[in-house]
Structure formats: structure tokens, C-alpha cells
């Protein structure tokens, strides 16, 4: 178990470098008016989204090994404590930002992006609260 726990780690904290470089890149889309620049930017977008989906689906099936090893097993039922539905909330919304991260790199792709860098700037600042949320539900456990 503590194998699993251990990769499931490197992969969340892998996902999430992703998740944080990602709208940095988009700040910088919003911004640039040169279309060497802009191709180059989108390149890195898309490779990077495709990269930190890959990293994305280990880290989501190391936890649902988890899961199914901490609270499910032979009595199934999965009794899990408010802690942990709290942190499968934001784990979701993590899931939506990543899908969202997605459908704005579409709009770029498509010269449809309606947003500026300030808004990005914003944006970028969604992950790291859900993972500060998340850090302090898993280890400090408050309900």
C-alpha cells in the first residue's frame, strides 16, 4: 500500500506542475500578437496538455486503488470519513479545471479566445487553492 501511495504522490504533484504551468502559457497567448510566437506557445500548450492528461490518469487510478483498499475491500460499502468526501469534492473540481484548461486551449487553437491575460492570471490561482485544500484535508483530517 505504501508503494502505491508513494507513486500516487509523484503523479498528483506531476499533474499539478501541469496544471500550474498550463495557464501561464495561456497568459502569454493572450498577450503575444506575433504568429511565430503564437504557434510556438500553442505548440507547448498542446504538448503539455497531452502530457499532464497522461500523468492525470495514473494519479487518478492510484487513488481509486486506495480508496478501494482503505475503505472498500470485502465489506464494501465504502465508509469513508467527511474528511475524505470533502477532498473527493475538490479532487472533481481539479477533474473540471483540468477539462476546462482543455476546452480553453481549444478556443485558442480556434482564434476564438474571448479572454485577456488578466483573467488567465486569475485562472492560474484555481489550482493551487484546490491543492492547498486538498494538502489540509488529507493531513490535518478537521472533520
Request: glycine share 6%; charged share 15%; with cysteine.
Amino acid at each position: 500500500m505504501l508503494w502505491i501511495k508513494a507513486l500516487h504522490i509523484v503523479f498528483v504533484v506531476s499533474w499539478f506542475s501541469g496544471l500550474f504551468y498550463l495557464p501561464r502559457i495561456f497568459v502569454n497567448l493572450a498577450q503575444e500578437t506575433e504568429t511565430v510566437a503564437r504557434e510556438r506557445l500553442l505548440l507547448m500548450a498542446r504538448k503539455l496538455y497531452r502530457f499532464m492528461t497522461m500523468l492525470a490518469v495514473p494519479a487518478l487510478l492510484l487513488g481509486i486503488a486506495l480508496l478501494w483498499m482503505q475503505y472498500g475491500g470485502a465489506e464494501g460499502g465504502m465508509k469513508m470519513p467527511a474528511w475524505m468526501h470533502a477532498k473527493l469534492t475538490f479532487v472533481v473540481l481539479v477533474l473540471g479545471y483540468h477539462h476546462a484548461c482543455g476546452s480553453l486551449l481549444k478556443k485558442f487553437e480556434n482564434g476564438v479566445n474571448r479572454r485577456n491575460h488578466v483573467w488567465y492570471r486569475w485562472f492560474n490561482e484555481a489550482p493551487v487553492l484546490m491543492l492547498l485544500a486538498i494538502v489540509v484535508l488529507v493531513v490535518v483530517k478537521p472533520f
